[in-house]
Nanobody, 124 residues
Framework: QVQLVESGGGLVQAGGSLRLSCAFS????????MGWYRQAPGKEREVVAA????????NYADSVKGRFTISRDNGKNTVYLEMNSLKSEDTAVYYC?????????????????WGQGTQVTVSS
């Protein structure tokens, strides 16, 4: 069974930066596409960024393009989300997700595995 554990969330001022990490265990990490999602109070969960198994393909929500970067280290079984120029509207619980289908991760379709989430709060 895949386990995902996020870390790195916290409180930051607008314009600041945070790096989220997600540690993967239980299966072969390099076989899974990974994604970061977020859910703000009263809103649906939305995909923020996705990365393919090799790391060679990435996809971003329009709202974070140019500010966020997703990356992975297949040697460390970890996926990262570097968040810069944070805005108050980035405040949400951020979730790590894994699926053997990159398309499923990008399209938020029945993703197989989820982490427990980490809170990111951006103060204005």
């Amino acid at each position: 069974q895949v386990q995902l554990v996020e870390s790195g969330g916290g409180l930051v001022q607008a314009g600041g930066s945070l790096r989220l990490s997600c540690a993967f265990s239980g299966r072969t990490f390099s076989s899974y596409a990974m994604g970061w999602y977020r859910q703000a109070p009263g809103k649906e969960r939305e995909v923020v960024a996705a990365i393919s198994q090799s790391g060679g393909t990435t996809n971003y929500a329009d709202s974070v393009k140019g500010r966020f970067t997703i990356s992975r280290d297949n040697g460390k079984n970890t996926v990262y989300l570097e968040m810069n120029s944070l805005k108050s509207e980035d405040t949400a619980v951020y979730y790590c997700a894994a699926d053997m289908s990159y398309v499923a991760v990008v399209r938020h379709e029945l993703v197989a595995y989820w982490g427990q989430g980490t809170q990111v709060t951006v103060s204005s």
